[in-house]
């Protein structure tokens, strides 16, 4: 099996050509020979097809970002955003379909530590934060605020770190974040006792949406950069999550977003999932239609 260099590295010196400047030459070398002292001390393989030396070899990059090249709508497979006459409540930009490459690097990002997907992730949302405008028209030319869906505490402990915010701080870190976008991370988990903390994975959509009902609050205090006042009173605000399955964890960040003055206009995932009637549901709305 053939060696594979570390995408973020390989492609920032090749893809544009041969850099003139030797101080540019010799930045790339000291990357590449950084990473790959890195990946002496902890060994690593692509979580998609197992090659050596890279947490997401060049070719399953090429692979992800296929996934992910065209956002789309995806509120109306969740029950949480839509009324019974299929009304939208809350419009959801997804980066990409909960499946194949995307759903196995965003499971390898949350549940196996695999940080350095976070990259990959980022730029990811951030084709999904860049057709925002067109597939939500009112956003067009609006400034935004993002705010992260929190992890639970289960979930910190477990994992070390919030996945959503590792994300967002990669796509900012890399220059990546929209003009006229900002990120506000003003949500945080309401403290329960052990016997009323259930995994939402394991639940029914009912189950899902008494489960998160009332688990969220706005931060008291997030650091000298961020004020909750004064950047989310008359906000147009964007909830940023991972996967959207029913949209109850969204729905109920923008209920919580809402009690203090902002305007929750939209949502944002990585990923959506198809519920296994979606299918079902659209052709008895289309036999409906016809039959009006």
């Known amino acids: 099996m053939s060696r594979g260099l570390p995408y973020g590295v390989q492609q920032g010196g090749r893809h544009r050509g041969a850099a003139r400047a ?35 070899c060049r070719d399953c990059a090429r692979l992800l970002r296929r ?25 959801v930009v997804a980066a990409g379909e909960y499946r194949d490459a995307l759903s196995a690097v965003v499971l ?17 949302l951030a084709g999904g934060l860049a057709a925002l405008p067109q597939l939500v028209p009112e956003l067009a030319s609006a400034e935004l ?17 919030d996945p959503v915010v590792l994300v967002l701080r990669s796509l900012e870190r890399e220059g990546r974040l929209p003009a006229g976008m900002n990120i506000c991370p003003a949500l945080a988990i309401k403290i329960r006792v052990p016997w009323r903390r259930l995994n939402q994975k394991g639940l029914g959509r009912a189950a899902r949406r008494r489960n998160v009902r009332n688990t969220m609050r706005l931060k008291r205090n997030l650091g000298s950069r961020f004020r909750p006042s004064a950047n989310l009173s008359g906000a147009l605000v964007v909830v940023v ?19 203090s003055g ?8 990585l990923a959506a999932a198809r519920t296994p009637d979606q299918g079902s549901r659209q052709g008895s709305l289309q036999r409906r239609e016809e039959n009006i």
């Open 22 to 56: 030797w101080w540019v030459r010799g930045w790339l070398w000291w990357e590449l020979a950084w990473a790959e002292f890195l990946y002496l001390l902890m060994p690593s393989e692509c979580v998609l097809c197992g090659r050596d030396d890279a947490a997401l």
């Open 67 to 91: 996934e992910c090249a065209t956002p789309y709508r995806a509120e109306t497979s969740a029950d949480a955003l839509m009324t019974a006459e299929e009304q939208v409540l809350l419009p």
């Open 108 to 124: 390898a990002f949350k549940n196996h530590g695999r940080t350095q997907l976070g990259g990959s992730l980022g730029r990811c």
């Open 145 to 161: 605020t993002l705010v992260p869906v929190p992890s639970t505490g289960t979930g910190w402990r477990r994992r070390g770190y």
């Open 241 to 259: 999550d991972d996967v959207l399955t029913t949209g109850s964890t969204v729905a109920e960040a923008a209920k919580t977003l809402e009690k």
């Open 262 to 269: 902002a305007t929750v206009c939209a949502a944002i995932v």
